[in-house]
């Protein structure tokens, strides 16, 4: 019996030598593979991830703002120097509390906190949604609408954030977005 399990053990290492590149080269592709699927379950559970942080109001911010309910990179409740910070210096005032920048934006301010914020000028986003755009992109970026009210024919598609102490309205018009505000839910 140990003679049989002596050659058979020999016979075994025999064989294993005479393929042992052919088994090294397939366990490498085989690890290779096996990394690379890895990644791309990485790179998949991001992407539900940031989906989920959208779709729940706490996607990633831009700055310290989230970026679905801000604009331009101002949100609701910021203090209004920071504001400023970002967009520089107002081009004009109205009414002691209502600023406009070179870039469009017009920003409501009330002891120095940012209230609302709004554009009917396109180059501006929130979200990735900007003036000018179409009502499907609208709902691509943000999905269904918490509220919707039509006013006239124009189309106001309302979202809140998760904690709802900030709403973002998107008025559209004949399919296009024509204006885009953004401040503290009252």
């Known amino acids: 019996m140990k003679k049989f399990l002596t050659v058979l053990m020999l016979a075994a290492m025999a064989l294993s030598a005479g393929c042992g590149n052919k088994v090294e080269e397939v366990k490498q592709e085989a690890a290779s593979e096996v990394k690379e699927a890895a990644n791309d379950v990485k790179d998949a559970a991001a992407k539900v991830e940031q989906k989920a942080a959208e779709v729940s109001g706490t996607a990633p911010a831009v700055g310290n703002v989230d970026a679905k309910f801000s604009l331009g990179g101002i ?31 017009t920003v409501d301010v009330e002891r120095n906190v940012v209230e609302e914020i ?14 000018g755009m179409t009502e499907q992109n609208l709902i691509d970026a943000y999905g269904r609408a ?3 009210e039509n006013d006239d024919g124009v189309v106001e598609h309302k979202y809140y954030s998760g904690d709802r102490r900030i709403k973002i309205e998107f008025d559209v018009s004949n399919g296009s977005i024509i204006e885009i505000k953004c401040s503290l839910n009252d």
């Open 146 to 148: 918490d509220s919707t």
């Open 75 to 105: 949100a609701p409740g910021m203090n209004f120097d920071e504001a400023k910070k970002i967009l520089g210096e107002p081009t004009s005032q109205h009414d002691d509390d209502e600023f406009t920048f070179a870039n469009g934006l």
């Open 118 to 131: 709004k554009t009917r000028q396109a180059g501006v986003n929130a979200g990735g949604v900007a003036v």
